[in-house]
């Protein structure tokens, strides 16, 4: 396997990380995140004029037709700055889901929008009752002569509070448990019977909570097949989840940068604390665990568009995994390498370190997805 970028693909590199490099250092991402907002509409027509927000739309419906791997550069650029925008909701895990399982008139109306900026997706998915199980559905939707009505809750949806749309999952068949009788629908974020709920996460970005209250929908708005859901919100989410774990390489390499530097220049009894050996195995330490997290990144990628599907979960979960525990431990270990000064609000440190918590526990932890790659080969 060739790990070497094309040339168009270190255009790319290059492209975002200037932008990370000059115009998003740490003091613009907390301002940014405490913004009203939480987020800079500047920022997001800047990433529709660069094509990133193209990135995952096929080339017929005004995109790039990139990939897994162009998505990894992205986000590992952003997670080395801790970038705040709603781009992996949007751009990664929405477009790939319509572009996989949308109907033509679906792909016309919706992708060119994600493509040029003019309106931000959420995906609403999880439920308080199912924690990372996708399939625990409680929402229902109820088939009547305009369509569908919805009724139901959907908790931590990443982006929801500046969507303009969610793309919901709703039971339209069976029982709660069920991964049969799931079906996904596309509902204005505006419509009668939505209510959005914004609050802030810990890492510094946006989630909601959204509550749907008999929400009607026409039939159009349905997204592959009635019933089948499932495995098209399954293979969505694991494109969001390779996403995030290259975001968590590229916060882990950044905040490694930042500890070796305060290894440096911060002295005890006359020389570098870096020059002691016992700070030096731990930043050792910390260096392995970002190369298994590397790996781990690039094989979850390598691996989304396999035709088996037992062979990509297993990947991406092996990769969740691997990167939930690597950063649990590079943050707790930069935190201490800094002393009482990692744990002030004033120094990058504990940010990324809550950024990698966050990683964590999105769409499923450390030991939810081990349980989930035994599940795989059982």
Known sequence: MDFNYSEEQQMLADTVGRFVDKDYDFETRRNLSRSAAGFSEDNWKLFGELGLLALNVPEEFGGMGGGAVETLI???AFGRGLVVEPYLPTAV????????AGS????????????????????????PQGRFDL?????????????FVLNGRKSVVSGGGSAASFIVSARTAGISTDQQGISLFLVDAGAIGVTVKDFPTIDGLRAAEVMFDNVTVTADALIGVLDGGYPILDAAIDCG??????????????LIEITAEYLRTRKQFGKPIGSF???????????????????????????????????RRAAV??????????????GQ????????????DELAVGYYAKRLVSIDLTWGNSEHHVERYASTFS
């Open 74 to 76: 992205v986000m590992e």
């Open 93 to 100: 895990v929405v477009a790939g889901l319509i572009a996989h």
């Open 104 to 127: 033509t008139a679906q792909k016309e109306k919706l992708l060119g929008a994600i493509a040029n900026g003019s309106r931000r997706f959420a995906l609403a998915a999880l439920e």
């Open 135 to 147: 399939w625990n559905v409680e929402t229902k939707a109820v088939s009547s002569d305009k369509g």
């Open 241 to 254: 989840i390779a996403a995030l774990c290259a975001e968590a390489v590229g916060a882990m390499s950044k």
């Open 277 to 311: 050996q016992a700070l030096q195995h731990r930043a050792a330490d910390m260096l392995i665990a970002l190369e298994q997290s590397r790996s781990a990144a690039l094989m979850a990628a390598a691996k989304l568009d396999a035709v088996d599907a037992t062979e």
């Open 317 to 330: 979960s092996a990769a969740k995994t691997i990167i939930g525990h690597a950063g649990r431990s590079i």
């Open 333 to 344: 270990a930069a935190i201490q390498l800094h002393g009482g000064m990692g744990m002030t």
